[in-house]
């Protein structure tokens, strides 16, 4: 069982270049998040989704996209990377029927230069 | 809405000390509570959580927290500090409704010295 995913580990892009992450899970959880950390600003939402098919915006959705379409794989886009986008990014997922808690990826770390 | 604030960036304490980690909460109903660790260059693991059970939580590594309505706090706390306690605690909250979102605090950096 390994739980919550994340590919790749480390990645480094120019700005304007475009890259997906991808997380996967393997505890069929309905929910999944994306978070990204910055220095001193704790874990900031991007997007959600509360099941296959669907997603969210959350409380920093601008300049990513996301797609759920296997209830296994949350997938988090850059289109156009800027710098202001180099960060962490964490995956996590829950299940509605557990315990609220979210289960969180190794995550990704990022830089844009 | 929902907020936490955590009560210092940087907590240093002596190997065998009392560990006490701040949270304090804003939610417009009953919230779900989580203290969370994040070890250098990995990911976040759950410590303990308060869902509107017992007050007083026990959690991993000796940790507990006691969710206290009246001073709308979560503070965390460990009796004998370990060199492998030194990480980044993170609180976060949650509430019914809200699709399990989590709003997380801005963390507090344990130092454990020897």
């Known amino acids: 069982n390994a739980g919550v995913t994340q590919t790749p580990k480390f990645r480094v892009l120019k700005t304007g270049q475009s890259m997906t992450l991808l997380c996967a899970q393997d505890?069929?959880?309905?929910?999944m998040y994306w978070y990204r950390q910055d220095p001193g600003m704790g874990l900031r939402l991007i997007h959600y989704?509360?099941?296959?098919?669907?997603?969210a915006k959350g409380e920093v959705p601008d300049g990513y996209n996301v797609s759920r379409l296997k209830k296994q794989n949350f997938l988090l886009g850059l289109e156009s990377a800027a710098p202001s986008q180099t960060s962490v990014y964490f995956c996590a997922s829950s299940d509605p029927s557990g315990g609220y808690e979210q289960y969180f990826g190794p995550g990704t770390r990022l830089t844009v230069t | 809405a929902q907020s936490v604030t955590q009560l210092g960036s940087h907590v240093s304490v002596s190997e065998g000390a009392l560990v006490l980690l701040r949270c304090n909460y804003s939610?417009?109903?009953?919230?779900?509570l989580f203290w969370y660790v994040q070890y250098p260059n990995q990911g976040l693991q759950l410590l303990l959580k308060y869902t509107s059970a017992a007050t007083l939580v026990k959690g991993i590594n000796g940790f507990e927290a006691e969710f206290k309505k009246s001073e709308t706090s979560f503070h965390l706390t460990k009796p004998s500090a370990h060199m492998s306690d030194a990480a980044e605690y993170f609180c976060a909250v949650s509430r019914l409704g809200s699709n399990y979102k989590l709003t997380f605090g801005k963390g507090t950096l344990l130092t454990v010295n020897p």
């Open positions: 939610s417009s109903v009953p919230p779900y």
């Open positions: 989704s509360v099941g296959e098919g669907t997603t």
């Open positions: 505890m069929n959880h309905e929910y």
